[in-house]
């Protein structure tokens, strides 16, 4: 006897044959299927960046094997493909080490509990108000048995966690203060403390999820559909746009023109080209303190107060504490010098010792960051940009007080202009404050995949001075 199909499953049935025979739209499916009652979300934004065209996005997998392939491996072992992810895949050489890298810290052996993991990722998130990230961890948290209590604050969290808090506000807005007392005060909290094999864990975890936090705002990553602020409910406006250009992504933001499109300055262009060609020589002085003193002078974007939810600050303590220049209202720091502690004779060894392969993960990591070029900029080829990837880097780690010796820090004025530098100090220092303008207003002739690999420079050069700070404080209290 053959059993009656429910009305239910006959709409259901109907529903699919028309859409089969009709070529009906997946935004008229869905509207269908709201007719049963199921409530169907809608994606809030344009793709896995607010700054970057979807379409540009999207086809790097498609045209680039390699990066399909890293998509793939990364779906698997995660069971999901991030918007990060997404975004970094213009270099899928990086995205490659990025993601081993995370990968290990996350849910290789390590001595630091799973749940511990992510809830370090949550703090260190939203520090700098990355709800993004936040949310990401607040998911991996609980898949892996982490406490939902802890997610009311930090103050319900245990005591061990709770005293990484100095750390983690101190190494995100002025690692220049840490000192080997912070260190001792967590190896020698009594039946509280930490071992230092699981200090090096959270500090590394710490570097990671403030730099990424960096990168996350710099690209403009979008959250998840899944994710709180990544759909809604509501049905999309009809005016000016017909329903199906809807579904299929094509609003009118996919197509306006370039509000500075016809105002692109080649000036600088050309300047940096003829810097690199070795027509231009400047006069080799020790210009470290100048740069530094002018970087101080660069303000973030909007240079005003972010005022961070309930959401994200109960899992951090003292939300008023930020970046500060180190060298402001007359204190004085010593100078950072590399040729005294470097990472890769002392921070390097320190790590690999007390957490084994991480310190080789990191290294590959930043050298892939640092090294990757495609001698290219913009639309000229063959062109030698380690000048200016050096450049960056060693801006960044003046702004944090860092010093090489052997670097003219002249360059840096020759080859940074000013609203590239108002860029570099937001997104390393405030990145809560970074916005699609500012994105959009440094070298405009360039490529989406260029600005990407800059902001890869700018996140990896941080978690680097984040690290020599922290590294170099262990090792003056372990001596």
């Known amino acids: 006897m053959r059993h009656a199909v429910a009305p239910a499953e006959n709409v259901e049935n109907n529903s699919f044959a028309v859409t089969s025979l009709l070529k009906i739209c997946s935004h008229c499916e869905r509207r269908s299927k709201k007719d049963l009652g199921v409530r169907i979300p809608r994606p809030l934004g344009n793709g896995p960046s607010r700054f970057i065209p979807e379409k540009e996005i999207l086809q790097v997998s498609k045209v680039d094997t390699r990066t399909q392939s890293i998509f793939e491996d990364a779906f698997a072992a995660l069971g999901r493909l991030d918007n990060i992810s997404l975004v970094m895949g213009f270099h899928p ?10 990968h290990y810290l996350l849910q290789m052996d390590g001595p630091l509990s799973l749940h511990y993991r992510h809830y370090i990722g949550i703090m260190a998130a939203a520090r700098h108000q990355c709800s993004y990230l936040v949310n990401l961890h607040v998911n991996d948290f609980l898949q892996v048995g982490g406490d939902p209590k802890w997610l009311n604050g930090l103050d319900e969290a245990p005591q061990k966690l709770q005293q990484l808090g100095e750390l983690n506000k101190i190494l995100a807005h002025r690692p220049w203060l840490l000192t080997k007392e912070h260190i001792e005060h967590l190896l020698k909290a009594e039946e509280h403390s930490w071992s230092l094999a699981e ?92 740069e530094k003193t002018e970087s101080m002078l660069v303000v973030t974007a909007e240079d005003e107060e972010c005022v961070p939810s309930r959401d994200i600050s109960r899992h951090f303590e003292d939300p008023s504490y930020g970046y500060k220049d180190f060298s402001r209202r007359g204190e004085h720091v010593p100078t950072f010098r590399v040729q005294d502690y470097s990472w890769e004779d002392h921070g390097f060894s320190l790590v690999n010792r007390l957490y084994p392969d991480v310190g080789q993960m990191l290294d590959e990591k930043f050298q892939m960051a640092y090294n990757l070029t495609y001698n290219t900029m913009a639309t000229h080829k063959d062109v030698d940009t380690s000048m200016l990837r050096r450049a960056i880097w060693n801006y960044i780690h003046c702004m944090f007080g860092i010093r090489y010796d052997d670097y003219d820090y002249g360059e840096i004025n020759q080859l940074l202009d000013r609203s590239f530098k108002i860029y570099i100090k937001t997104m390393v220092c405030s990145p809560e404050k970074t916005t699609k303008r500012m994105y959009e207003s440094f070298w405009r002739q360039f490529q989406h995949s260029e600005k990407v690999h800059v902001n890869l420079l700018l996140m990896e050069a941080r978690m680097q001075a984040e690290l020599l700070y922290a590294l170099r404080a262990i090792t003056r209290y372990m001596t």
């Open 93 to 102: 050489q990086y995205l490659e080490s990025f993601l081993r890298t995370q």
């Open 199 to 290: 200090l090096i864990h959270a500090v590394v975890l710490l570097t990671h999820y403030h730099s990424l936090a960096s990168f996350t705002f710099g690209c403009g990553i979008s959250p998840e559909i899944h994710c709180d602020g990544g759909h809604t409910f509501r049905p999309p406006s009809l005016s000016q746009y017909c329903v199906c250009d809807i579904a299929n992504g094509n609003s009118h933001a996919n197509h306006h023109d370039d509000l500075f499109g016809n105002q692109i300055n080649a000036s600088s262009m050309l300047f940096l080209l003829f810097f690199f060609s070795g027509s231009f020589q400047e006069e080799m002085t020790t210009r470290f303190e100048r």
